[in-house]
């Protein structure tokens, strides 16, 4: 049976896999479009007037974008009071050596010696991606971003060597924001990294647990320590992440507010921790992704995994036989996640870097746990053209089966 021309955007031509495949045409691999910093003096390329590289796959004019915000909400649980906080006024003096979070508006940060791997994650110094980056890269450089958008820049823009976000949680489910963000980046994934989340309740020196009125974290952080904090009858506020909830208590210096937060966080900030392990479910495990400028080259020399998207035509069965590809082959699939995209239309460029928007009903996430150098992996893919009308490889990586 001829196969039907489907873009297709890899990114191993050691396998004889073009880095854009539509109708047999070929572009510059994505490493042509890399942006030269490199007589740049401090971390500025960040900033909104510099030039992104073209993408191959974007929205077109007129999309809603999503904000980071869509990752938790505002709404109240069993009656309890909720505020949301968005910045502290001051800072103590001890903390005003940490590192700021690079931004689209702020992008300065000090410059470094090329001794460490530096890996950008989202949020502030004790933030459990920064202890993920920590994990994979035990003596790296962690650089704090604001937004998850400002860490995927910070790679393109080669201020950062590596990138470390969240993916999904055990118990929160996936981050939708961070999908959206891969298919609209030309990152590539080359790796991942598996933390348990060990919530712990922070507070000022010498303060008790049962003395406290309020307690901040990040909306997710406040729902999975639900259990626990109802029972100490606080109100919970929303703070943007688990180590600004910290921040915040530790430079106002409020004794009857605490924060949910990692044990590092309290390390940083001075906190005394009340109570540990506070989360209702003890198995809560994150993944995270790390991303490169570059794939790494796959081998089968340890257990891989590799991340695809595509769509599909519309049909009765045609989801059914596009997963039995792997069924087929005996490859287990790890993670099934769809997105819609009935109203935010992908832009497929061709070799002039001209296109048009193609709307697609969903987008459909995979990790499939085989290696791109397997062939069966190349099969599967071979035999998934005959029902989808886009695929993206996003990476092949090695498992982490350590926790």
């Known amino acids: 049976m001829a196969l039907k021309a489907v873009p297709i955007c890899v990114s191993f031509s050691e396998l004889g896999l073009c880095d854009f495949v539509q109708n047999k045409k070929r572009i510059p691999p994505f490493s042509s479009y890399r942006v030269n910093v490199a007589k740049l003096r401090k971390w500025e390329c960040l900033g909104l007037k510099l030039a992104e ?9 007129g999309e809603k974008t999503l904000s980071p915000s869509d990752l938790g909400s505002n709404s109240t649980d069993g009656g309890i009071e909720e505020t949301q906080i968005t910045e502290s006024s001051g800072f103590h003096k001890d903390l005003n050596s940490l590192p700021k979070p690079l931004s689209a508006t702020d992008p300065v940060s000090s410059g470094n010696d090329g001794s460490k791997v530096r890996v950008a994650y989202q949020g502030l110094p004790g933030a459990y991606s920064e202890a993920a980056a920590l994990k994979a890269y035990p003596k790296c450089e962690t650089v704090p971003c604001d937004q998850f958008e400002s860490v995927f820049k910070a790679v393109e823009l080669w201020l950062v060597d590596k990138a470390v976000l969240p993916i999904e949680n055990s118990v929160g489910g996936s981050i939708h924001r961070n999908y959206d963000l891969l298919l609209r980046h030309r990152l590539h994934i080359v790796g991942e990294v598996q933390l348990i989340v060990n919530h712990c309740l922070l507070g000022m020196p010498g303060v ?6 309020r307690v901040l974290s990040h909306p997710q952080a ?3 320590c639900e259990i626990a904090l109802n029972k100490l009858g606080v109100v919970r506020v929303n703070a943007e992440d688990t180590a600004l909830a910290a921040q915040i208590v530790a430079s106002e210096g409020i004794l009857d507010t ?23 479910d003890l198995d809560n495990i994150t993944r995270f992704l790390i991303l490169a400028r570059e794939p790494i080259i796959p081998g089968i020399d340890k257990p891989h995994k590799t991340s695809i998207v595509f769509t599909l035509e519309e049909g009765p069965g045609v989801l059914f036989k596009a997963l039995a590809v792997f069924a087929l082959r005996e490859i287990n699939l790890s993670k099934i996640e769809s997105r819609p995209q009935r109203k935010r239309p992908l832009r497929i460029v061709d070799d002039s870097n001209k296109g048009s928007a193609t709307y697609f009903d969903y987008l459909f996430y995979i990790d499939f746990e085989a290696s791109m150098a397997e062939p069966r992996a190349q099969y599967a893919l071979g035999h998934l053209q005959e029902f989808a009308r886009f695929i993206r490889v996003l990476g092949c990586y090695p498992m982490d089966t350590a926790l």
């Open 222 to 224: 406040l729902d999975q």
């Open 208 to 213: 008790r647990k049962e003395e406290l009125k």
């Open 53 to 61: 590289p073209d993408r191959a796959q974007t929205h077109v004019e």
């Open 258 to 280: 605490g924060a949910v937060a990692s044990s590092r966080a309290a390390e940083i900030y001075g906190l005394d921790i009340l109570a540990q392990t506070i989360q209702d």
